[in-house]
Nanobody, 129 residues
Framework: QVHLVESGGGSVQAGGSLRLSCAAS????????MGWFRQAPGKEREGVAL?????????????YYADSVEGRFTISQDNAKNTVYLQMNSLKPEDSAVYYC?????????????????WGQGTQVTVSS
């Protein structure tokens, strides 16, 4: 059974930083795509950052970012720990949301929420002005 467990959310003032972690178990971590999504109250879930995980591949570690977080957020991976991170810097109030880790079978990274097979429980990020 696949489990994705997020940690690292919390409250921070605008301009601050947070680091989210997502530990994957029971999941074929290699040769797949993992990502971070977020959902604010009254809004649809949206993609934030994706990373292609495939050790030994030229494309291992390829990352993708939403325009709204490009240059401020960094997604990274620790293959040995089956863990993906999201470093969030220069946080803004509009970044406040529940952040979800997601995993997709079958390789390649796509943005649509419906492409992802597994989801974590979510972690709250609140940025105050």
């Amino acid at each position: 059974q696949v489990h994705l467990v997020e940690s690292g959310g919390g409250s921070v003032q605008a301009g601050g930083s947070l680091r989210l972690s997502c530990a994957a178990s029971g999941y074929a971590y290699d040769s797949n795509c993992m990502g971070w999504f977020r959902q604010a109250p009254g809004k649809e879930r949206e993609g934030v950052a994706l990373i292609y995980t495939s050790s030994g591949s030229t494309y291992d570690g390829t990352t993708y970012y939403a325009d709204s977080v490009e240059g401020r957020f960094t997604i990274s991976q620790d293959n040995a720990k089956n863990t993906v991170y999201l470093q969030m810097n220069s946080l803004k109030p509009e970044d406040s949301a529940v952040y979800y880790c997601a995993a997709r079978r079958g390789g390649y990274c796509f943005w649509p929420v419906t492409e992802y097979n597994y989801w974590g429980q979510g972690t709250q990020v609140t940025v105050s002005s």
